[in-house]
Structure formats: C-alpha cells, structure tokens
C-alpha cells in the first residue's frame, strides 16, 4: 500500500475532532457519507414497487445486513420480531488506534442498528405492545453487554424518526452508540447534578406542581420539561434514582415501551405525521464515574423532541431554542390527547 493510499484509508475511519475555541467535539465519521436511502435502494434493486425486494431491514432479507448481534425471540429456529446488528455505516471503530499529540484521535466504541420489526412499517404504533416490550428488553440486554467492555465510558439508545429527523430509511429502527469518551450533554447533567443531589427529585416536583404531567406508567412518569426545545417535548423519568437503563426492571421495561407507543400516538393526534426524535440519557459507566454521588443520585430518562420546526441559525450559533407553545400549553394538550 502507497503512502497516499495508507493516509486515504486513514482519513475513511471515524475519528474525534474538537474546535480549539468552544472544546466542542465533531465526529468525523466518511462512511456515512454513502449510506442510502430507500429510493436509492429501490433503484439499485430494480423494484420500487415491494419494499422486500430491496429493504435490507426486512424479514428474508437477512443477508444484506451483517450477522445478529442480539434478536428476539433469541431462538434462531424461530421468526424474529426485534434484531440488532452492526451499522453498516459506523461513526465509531471497535479498537482505536493511539494518535499522536497533533493528530485527531479515532472515535472508539460501537454502533448498532436495532431493526424493530420483521414488516416494513414505517411507525411504532404498527407494532403490537408485545413486540414492542420485546425491542425494548432487547436493548436492555445489549445495552448490559456493551457496558461490560472496559474500553467504554457510556452508550445510548437513540431514533430518528422521519427524514426531519435524520432517518435515511423509513423501516423502523433505532441505533444504539456506545463510546469511549462521556459527551458534553452528560457532562453537563453530571455537573448539575454534584451541584444539587436533589436535581431529578425536584424536576418531578416541579412538574406534578406546574401541571406538567402528561402520562404514568408504574414508576415512570411521563412529562413536559420547563424549557422544551420544541413543543410537545416530552420526557420519560425514572421516580427513583436508578443510574443505568441495562440495571432496570422487567417491569420498567414494560413500562417504557408502553409510555413511547402512548406518547408517540398522542403526538400523532395533536400533528400528524411528525417526525421526532428520541435519546436515553443514562449516567457514565462505574469505571468512568469518579463521584459515587451521581451513580447514587441519577434518574435515567428518555428524551423525545418533536421536529416541528428546523434548528435555524440562531439556535445552531447560540445554542438557545425556540419554541412556539408553553411546557404547560404542551403537557395540557398531550393530556388531551390521550386515547
């Protein structure tokens, strides 16, 4: 291999850069520069007419994806309803290389796709309550594997829902990212939370006194935050402190799984067709925690942003959103539209 092809393979692996100014992070990730679309897809396959015949996520298609990491049922001898594989197009590498003092560094850890279901739809409320606990058990169980490996700081669970939202194809899916380094949005929680113990405790409060209160399932509450980035955010707390979601019970799996397909059917009521997404916001893995007061104090939640209106120039540039409706015109009207 030439120099020039060693630094061309080089530059195609996912790595970290950061602004010298802000210390604001940047994942560099060319591959998913080519990831497809479904009408591209189609086209490539010569049939846009049956999605079996081209998408990838599919059940009988199989093949084009690379080997199940986790499925559900776990038996191979029986139909899937919930897979998780490999993501083709990866902003992560499994094992960095060590940079130099000048060079930016590998992003190291690991990328999956959770395929939701054996059928082409193209939303969560297609999928039974049963086969949605399932994809929410088995991203529990691969969320406990990812935080066995010592290279790993933190993971997430995240969807993107609709091409508003990020989503290239329409076959539900999430993604589940586990990296070798803490992001700021839980640096920044973390932070919060050394300042005041109390910090997931008094957003409960606050919400149940200011009416923001949209849904509860067991011990998990469903609520409208005081400064939602869009209207009808929502996001889905633990009542107890409860530091990492692949640690929670089989009943806060049931729990959130039913709590999404409600929050997802009554957002569809208020604005059909929105797109949105979501994210777990869990706490550092033990070994990248050093204050035993966070693990004891944290509540994981799931966030979910509707993507009513596009992040413009003075959101990107300052960092501050905007929004249209209230926290408690929003949670009103979520309540309103419960089935």
């Given at each position: 291999m030439t120099a020039?092809q060693?630094?061309h393979?080089?530059?195609a692996?996912?790595?970290?850069c950061?602004?010298p ?6 994942f560099v990730?060319?591959?998913?520069g ?6 591209a897809?189609?086209?490539s396959l ?7 015949g081209w998408?990838?996520?599919c059940?009988g298609?199989e ?13 191979p ?7 998780i ?5 990866p902003?992560?590498v ?5 940079a ?5 560094r590998e992003a190291?850890?690991?990328h ?7 059928r082409?739809d ?6 039974d309550a049963?086969a949605?606990h399932?994809v929410?058990s ?13 290279s ?5 669970v ?9 989503a290239s ?7 589940i990212?586990g990296?070798?380094?803490?992001p700021?949005?839980?640096?920044a929680?973390?932070a ?10 008094r ?8 009416g923001?209160i949209v849904?509860?399932?067991g ?15 929502t996001w889905?707390?633990a009542t107890?402190?409860e530091?990492?979601?692949?640690a929670?019970?089989?009943?806060r799996?049931?729990?959130?799984a ?8 009554r ?6 067709g929105?797109?949105y997404?979501?994210?777990l916001?869990q ?5 990248s925690?050093?204050?035993?007061r ?15 209106s596009e ?17 408690e ?11």
């Amino acid at each position: 291999m030439t120099a020039d092809q060693q630094d061309h393979s080089r530059r195609a692996i996912p790595r970290i850069c950061h602004d010298p100014v802000s210390g604001r992070p940047v994942f560099v990730a060319p591959q998913r520069g080519g990831k497809p679309d479904d009408r591209a897809l189609a086209a490539s396959l010569g049939d846009s007419r049956d999605p079996l015949g081209w998408c990838p996520f599919c059940a009988g298609n199989e093949s084009r994806t690379p080997p199940d990491l986790a499925r559900a049922p776990a038996d191979p001898a029986l139909p899937w309803r919930a897979r998780i594989v490999p993501n083709t197009f990866p902003i992560t590498v499994p094992l960095p290389r060590q940079a130099g003092p000048d060079e930016p560094r590998e992003a190291g850890g690991i990328h999956d796709v959770v395929i939701e279901s054996p059928r082409h739809d193209r939303s969560i409320l297609d999928v039974d309550a049963d086969a949605w606990h399932d994809v929410w058990s088995l991203c529990r169980q691969r969320l406990a594997v990812v935080a066995s490996l010592d290279s790993l700081a933190w993971a997430t669970v995240f969807k993107n829902s609709g091409p508003k939202a990020g989503a290239s194809l329409e076959h539900i899916h999430s993604q589940i990212v586990g990296l070798d380094v803490v992001p700021p949005a839980i640096d920044a929680e973390m932070a919060a939370v050394r300042r005041d113990a109390a910090t997931f405790p008094r957003l409960l409060e606050a919400a149940r006194r200011g009416g923001r209160i949209v849904a509860e399932r067991g011990d998990l509450v469903a609520l409208v935050p005081p400064a939602p980035r869009q209207p009808y955010e929502t996001w889905i707390v633990a009542t107890c402190p409860e530091a990492h979601f692949h640690a929670t019970s089989s009943e806060r799996v049931v729990a959130i799984a039913d709590l999404t397909r409600d929050l997802v059917a009554r957002l569809e009521r208020i604005a059909p067709g929105c797109h949105y997404n979501w994210w777990l916001h869990q706490a550092p893995f033990p070994r990248s925690l050093t204050d035993d007061r966070i693990a004891a104090s944290w509540h994981w939640h799931l966030e979910i942003v509707p993507r009513l209106s596009e992040f413009a120039g003075f959101e990107i540039g300052t960092g501050c959103h905007i929004t249209t409706r209230s926290a408690e015109e929003s949670a009103e009207m979520l309540r309103d539209a419960g089935g």
